[in-house]
C-alpha cells in the first residue's frame, strides 16, 4: 500500500511564502511523475505544477515564476516552494504520483494525498 502525505499548508499574509511537502510511503519500488493540484472552493481542481523522474518541470501560468517544484528521489519526497503568494492561490493542495510499488513487475498506479489547505490573505 502506497500512502502519499502533504504537510506544510497554512495561514500566509499575501506577499508571503509557504513549502509544501510530499511524503510517500509504502511498499514503492519508484516513484515516476509527481505533481501537485489545487481545487479552491467552488472551483476544479487544477493542475499546478509536475516534475518527472528526471527532474524537468511544468507549471501553470498563473504560478510560473512563482512557484518552484522539486524532488528528493532518495528521499520520496517532493516540495513546491511558493512565492509571492496571493488570494486566488487560496486551495486545497494535493500531492499525486504515479509509483511503481513491490518488485517493479507492474505498471505505475497513480495515488493522491488528502491535501493540505493554503490559505493567503489580503
Known amino acids: 500500500q502506497v500512502q502519499l502525505v502533504e504537510s506544510g499548508g497554512g495561514l500566509v499574509q499575501a506577499g508571503g511564502s509557504l513549502r509544501l511537502s510530499c511524503a510517500a510511503s509504502?511498499?514503492?519500488?519508484?516513484?515516476?511523475?509527481v505533481a501537485w493540484y489545487r481545487q479552491a472552493p467552488g472551483k476544479q481542481r487544477e493542475l499546478v505544477a509536475g516534475?518527472?523522474?528526471?527532474?524537468?518541470?511544468d507549471y501553470a501560468d498563473s504560478v510560473k515564476g512563482r512557484f518552484t517544484i522539486s524532488r528528493d528521489t532518495a528521499k520520496k519526497t517532493v516540495s513546491l516552494q511558493m512565492n509571492s503568494l496571493r488570494p486566488e492561490d487560496t486551495a486545497v493542495y494535493y500531492c499525486?504520483?504515479?509509483?511503481?510499488?513491490?518488485?517493479?513487475?507492474?505498471?505505475?498506479?497513480?495515488?493522491w494525498g488528502r491535501g493540505t489547505q493554503v490559505t493567503v490573505s489580503s
Open positions: 499525486n504520483a504515479d509509483v511503481v510499488s513491490g518488485y517493479g513487475l507492474e505498471s505505475p498506479a497513480n495515488y
Open positions: 509504502g511498499y514503492i519500488f519508484s516513484i515516476h511523475a
Open positions: 516534475i518527472n523522474r528526471g527532474g524537468s518541470a
